[in-house]
């Protein structure tokens, strides 16, 4: 069992420690959203769930509603989502489950408010984010940002750059379902590569170890194919920040040309293939157009 319990955060001496908890996470005022917003968040229909061990807060998740589609002329209550704007986890309780379940939490929130979609957006050369994200959760991604925050100073921006990819949480989707009650197994690297996906970009290695991106991505020969990241980002852009960039200026033409093709993210694989550790999306033709088709016919 858990030493924690997921609940609504509503008082401020609750909002005060969210605050404080991203000051501690991010170490940078920019980026804080501070407790006088958080309540106003809280009394008018935003959402802050937190992880609580006792007193202590370990985590939290913010959202609040937005539109599906902005421009459109559809009535609000036809184009609601739910925004998922922050998440936090304290360092030492990263990696024991606490993010997925806040996730959850938002998620079994959503669908009691009837809204089918959230959003959030993530780097998408971070292989931690995107194992959550797409592989456990099962989110889709099929809108890339360029800078999203801006390129200067900022915790958000790693070496003047932002981008992000937008995970799309079809939360009442069957493959949503599928994935988060463990019916639907995620496939391997060998049955992704047996049903005739091909590797874009398989990458080299360097004198220090790291992955090189290819000079040359081949185009996709079937309505599968995979994307090559980095397993450790971060890791590079602490040694190495030419190949952090070139890594950044790869990743961003390809996956914009791939999703301006109709192509979407659904799938994430982390392993070993060929003796190391290596790190993949799993891009698919026209899987966005079923999503979209059982949003609007389900009850």
Known sequence: MSDY????????????????????????????????????LARNGGSILGALRGDQL?????????????????????????VSQRMAVIPEYRGTGVGYELKLAQR???????????????????SRNA???????????????????GSGDSALVKL??????????????????????GRRAGLTLRQYLEGNATIL?????????????????ESPHSTLALFEIPTDYDAIVSCDVGLAEAWRAHSREVLEQLINEGYAVTDFIHGDHEGRERSFYVLSYGEYSEIRISRFSSN
């Open 5 to 40: 319990v997921i609940r609504p955060l509503k008082t401020l001496e609750e909002l005060k420690a969210v605050e404080a908890l991203q000051r501690l996470v991010w170490d940078d005022p920019t980026t804080v959203i501070y407790h006088h917003m958080l309540i106003s």
């Open 58 to 82: 370990i985590g939290f998740v913010i959202s609040y509603l937005g539109l599906e589609a902005p421009e459109s002329e559809r009535p609000a209550m036809a184009n609601l989502k739910m």
């Open 108 to 126: 079994r929130l959503a669908i009691q408010l009837g809204i089918r979609l959230i959003t959030w957006t993530f780097d998408p050369l971070l």
């Open 131 to 149: 194992h959550l994200n797409i592989r456990k959760l099962g989110a889709i991604g099929q809108v890339y940002y360029r800078d999203y925050y």
């Open 160 to 181: 003047h750059s932002s981008d992000r990819l937008l995970a799309e949480w079809w939360v009442t989707s069957n493959r949503v379902e599928q994935r988060i009650n």
């Open 201 to 217: 970009n398989p990458t080299t290695v360097n004198a220090q170890g790291l992955p090189v991106p290819t000079d040359r991505t």
